[in-house]
């Protein structure tokens, strides 16, 4: 019997959620680092579609968890941690999320075992299973060890991970496990959505910034826009002074800064107190009517273009669009 | 209410520097976590609602004296190092065990810690205290009401602007998220700060003995930084200005791209952008 | 016969003379001496004070009337009326003193006036009585009739009656010698040529029976008497008391009370700022008594002329109002009880904390004050009081915390200071000509550090060896402790000062005039002594010595420029002609601001302004903006970072559909380098 890497994959109404198949990929990079089984860990109802995309990653065995969700951190926790107790796997590996990290913390707590987190890259040294980390704001990488017996359990740093499929399928042994419901220290009441509106500049991944070519009529427009892209709209200091947005919705050396995957800068200049705020961001789309604006020195994306004409274009095309918008 | 608020001393991350040839840390600036502020204003947020004490407490050298004082004088009750030297590589569960030796001791309604640190990062801290002392225990707190039926109700927050709301009871031990709160400012010399010059960081020497067990991780070694080759990419096909691109992380950076059409082209361009961007 | 000789229903004149004289006198001692322990309440007087010279400029301002001469402008030539008064009041007390008490009272009139003296100081009365009338009734006019902004809403009862009373008694004077003339009781002595207006004003009674006359005569004298005295006792009760406070306030204000803040000792105190009116000093409590409520600080406030609650003159009549409620309370208990303070919180309810927070600390209203006050002070007071409590306004705090963890007040870390400026760092053991101090602003804005790299190609130039202090340089704390954080503020300047005795130079460059004022005044403070100098003087001394080569044309520049005077520059420290004097080598037409030089109005970007996160009303700085563009400039010349981001800012809200450029003077200097 091989040992097994359990990677605990995530569902959300039935589908493989977030980066699930990315974790399915790092089982099966991290099985061929330390020549082990492949093993996924779902909790949940899974659809067939779930399992049929499971199948291009390799994976030895599927351990699924039945039970109408959410679950909570505790039980999942609590769940692994007896079939662990069962069945011995070598490695369990999470997504350094926020449920990931907590399920992972949860479990090294219950079993006494080590927890190397936010790893990048896992290692072999002298047969031994080392683990890389990134510290002190990427200025370094520590090598880890687990110095206890295992199961040895991670967290898998998320932009070290990558889908990478299977040349060809396999189907994994579904293996039906139980949950250990039953009185929880901690229950979960609810999973809920923070209004787009309440939403914190600095939590959304995409933010929309309007600036001084947007007019106050028009605001109505980027609302919409917004709301179909699921962004929240900040926005320059004249933007605040112009009334567009509340003052907590500043973007700038004196405002928020971001760190957000997208802004689309709308009718903003670039001048250096907004920029400051946007230096993080991952990717900056900028609509401005000047080529000169210095906003285009920011940008991935520039168009140079009319705001009152390309904004509604986008509207219409990501609402004719018929796909599903992250 | 009695609350325990945890400080952590960390190297500050931006300011410490790494020598790649002699692999050693340097310019170490020893400080507050970050997050440990808003943890320390969560104890005083509640002290103000419901009454009761804030306790701080830190396993840390004698640098640790600065920030339990800095807690003194921010307007906690007590500031309590921990120390004993064989704990100066000593891990997050070993350290969770000193806590809790110390927590037995102070006694308490509820510990706060941050969710995670900014150094180690392995949000360990809240569920081994909980799993030490089998209590509730919550982490990643954006939001946080406690009653006084000892009743808790915590809001975790998850990616994406999605929240899962928790409700727990007293005693338990809460991973508190950075942006709960404003942190408060206290000016030298102002009356708060006068108040706490009147008191003093106490120091507990840690009885290791009774520790059960080494460590469960080991730091072994720092060396240089080495982004991972994904898989995706043949290396062997890569120029070496590209090679170079991806030992620098830049590999697959498009460039940036100024557009100028219609609107249509425009807005598709912007569009594809995004469901790249978001991939 | 002088009419206290007379008898009145069976009383001697004498008797109802001296007793409403003396009456009158004693409620006026009785109150003043209230008054006095109410200002002893504060505590101490706050400083020393130099002799001679406090003294001679204490006599300037009040006899030669310089509190006056000092405000008058083209728009604004009330100050004129007061001086008449003024210098009428001066007249008619020696009158007063010589003729009425002396004379009359002790009934030796006739020996007194028989002499030259009283004839040519009638005719001083004579002149000056009627100008005193005309002072008064421009002085009802102007404040009843024409109500100017300045005197907005302050057209109540005791201001007219005070007006009433200047008004009446050189007029009753003058009937009273009108009527004396009538009778033929003319001043002895050389010259039979009569004071002119009384003579005028004595036909009025030809055609009047002799008796009518004497009674008129009697009447006048009486009714002049009683408004005299109602005037004494007046000065207790009103803002008359300036009479007495404003010379004494003259003579113990600083020469300059613009610059340095007192510092607080914090071993020796346990609280600072005021909580009380007793926390001031008795100094500040008699510039409450000094204020005659003229509103030329309301007038000069930015804050208050962009709608912002703050108006400096009720800040100290707030304090004035404050003392008198309080002050009967406080002194009803033993004197060696600690003083609490009844009522309202005087920093936050009698004073309201937008008011606190609104203060530039321009210092418009320091300037403006004719009675010296330092308005500004007592809002630092509050200040302090609001940071000792721990209230603070939300941008206001944030800026402190970030400051109190990196140095800086936009909370970026500290490692990160003056990056890219391509300054050398200062080491120890060097001998620099000067170490150039960035100031926060040029240390993290790209655009301002674009004027450090401009000084810097300036000293280049000259051939002067200069270094930076880097990420070792911290926040200079000007904006810290004008947020009333003393206890940062310390710790700042005290690791600053360290810093830079560790290092050997001659003198300390700035180009930033809140760095430049902090260093210079107040770091001496905690034992800092250094030389600083403005890069605006460094300039222009470099130009006028020849010692930078400029472009070979001779022809200068035709483009406009206006220059923006910063307010810690020009009114803190004088600095005004330097900049111009640059400007005027290389442009053909400078234009000024309205308000100039001393005068500057303030961009907006002072005391911790510049972090204030909710604005009230307009934006200052875009007021000062449309000052500039009526003047319509091509460029707009300032040598301040802060005023710098503020018309940055400004110009974005405003749009600049007109061009403006935004220069440093170091900017444009270099701009015509070799």
Known sequence: ?326 | MRTVVCLKLIADPDIVEFDVTTEELGNIHTVLDPVDQYVLEEGLVLREKLGGEVIAVSVAPGAGDDILRDALLYGADRAIRLWHDDLRCADTWMVSQVIRESLDNIGFDLVLCGARSRDAGSALMVPALAHHLNIASATGIIDLEVGSDRKIIAHKKLTKGERETYSLELPAVLGIEEGINEPRYVAPFSRIYREGLRKKVEFLEVDITGLKGRQLVQNLRFTQFRPRVKVGIDISALSMQEKLKMMRGELGREKEELFEGSPEEAARKVLDKLREALK | MSPVSLAYWGIPGYVIFWVLSVAAVSLFLWRAYRLWRYLRLGSGWGGSIRLPGRLLTALFHVVAQWCQFKTLSRRDLSGLGHVLMAWGFFIFAIYYLLFIIIGAGFGISETIKNNSFFYYYSWVMDIAAPLVVLAALWGIIRRYIVRPPRLKGEQNIEALVILITVLIHPLTHLFKEAANIALGELPAGLGSSLPVISSALSQLFTGSTLSSVQNAGTGFFWAHWVVVLFVLVYIAYSRYLHIIAAPFNVFLSPPRPLGALKPVDFKATEAFGAASVTDFTRKQLLESYSCVICGRCQDACPAYATGKPLNPKKVVQDVKEHLLQVGPALLAKKPEAPATNPGRALAGEVVSLDEIWACTTCGACVESCPVCNDQVGMIMELRRRLVYEGIYDKGHKKALKRVAQDFNPWGIRWNNRAKNTGIEEARAGEKYDCIYWLGCVAAFDERVREVAQATSKILRAAGLNFAMLGAKEKCCGDFVRRLGDEGLFQELALENIRTLEELDFDFILTHCPHCFNTIKSEYPQFGGNFKVVHHTQLILDLLNEGKIRLQESSQKSGEKVIYHDPCYLARYNDISKEPRQILGKFFDKTVEFPRNHNNSFCCGGGGGNAWKEQEIGDKISVTRLEEAMKADPQILATACPFCFLMFQEALQIKGNEDGIILRDIAEIVERFLC
């Not at chain 1, 099985?31 to 659809?47: D, T």
């Not at chain 1, 802004?263 to 946007?278: K, R």
Request: net charge negative; with cysteine.
């Open chain 1, 1 to 326: 019997m091989l040992p097994e890497v359990w990677s605990f994959l995530e569902i959300e109404n039935g589908d493989l959620h977030d980066n699930a198949c990315k974790m399915a990929a790092e089982a099966r990079r991290a099985a061929r680092i330390f020549n082990i089984a492949a093993c996924g860990v779902i909790f949940g109802p899974c659809s067939s579609g779930a399992l049929e995309e499971l199948k291009w990653y390799g994976l030895h065995k599927i351990y699924l968890f039945p039970g109408e969700p959410p679950f909570s951190p505790e039980i999942i926790a609590r769940s692994i941690h007896s079939a662990t107790e069962r069945l011995n796997p070598q490695f369990i590996l999470f997504e350094n999320n926020p449920s990931g990290s907590e399920v992972a913390a949860r479990v090294a707590a219950s079993l006494e075992r080590g927890l190397i987190s936010v790893c990048v890259e896992f290692e072999s040294e002298d047969g031994e299973p080392l683990a890389r980390k990134a510290v002190y704001e990427g200025k370094a990488h520590a090598v880890c060890s687990w110095a206890a017996p295992p199961p040895y359990l991670a967290t898998i740093d998320s932009s070290a991970l990558e889908d990478v499929k299977e040349k060809g399928r396999t189907e994994p042994e579904i293996v039906h496990e139980e949950v250990e419901s039953g009185e929880c220290l901690t229950g979960l009441l609810r999973k809920w959505e923070v209004g787009l509106s309440e939403l914190d500049l600095s939590e959304a991944r995409i933010v929309i910034g309007v600036g001084k070519g947007v007019g106050a009529e028009f605001m109505e427009a980027i609302d919409r826009l917004a709301r179909s892209i699921k962004g929240v709209i900040g926005g320059s200091r004249i933007a605040v002074y112009n009334g567009l947005i509340p003052l907590e919705r500043q973007v700038g050396t004196t405002g928020k800064w971001l760190n957000s995957d997208v802004y689309i800068a709308i009718g903003i200049s670039g001048a250096p107190q907004h920029v400051m705020g946007i230096k993080e961001v991952k990717n900056i789309i900028a609509i401005n009517l000047t080529k000169e604006a210095p906003i285009f020195r920011y940008a991935k994306l520039g168009i140079i273009g009319d705001l009152y004409e390309v904004v509604p274009e986008l509207i219409n095309l990501i609402e004719a669009s018929s796909e599903e918008k992250p």
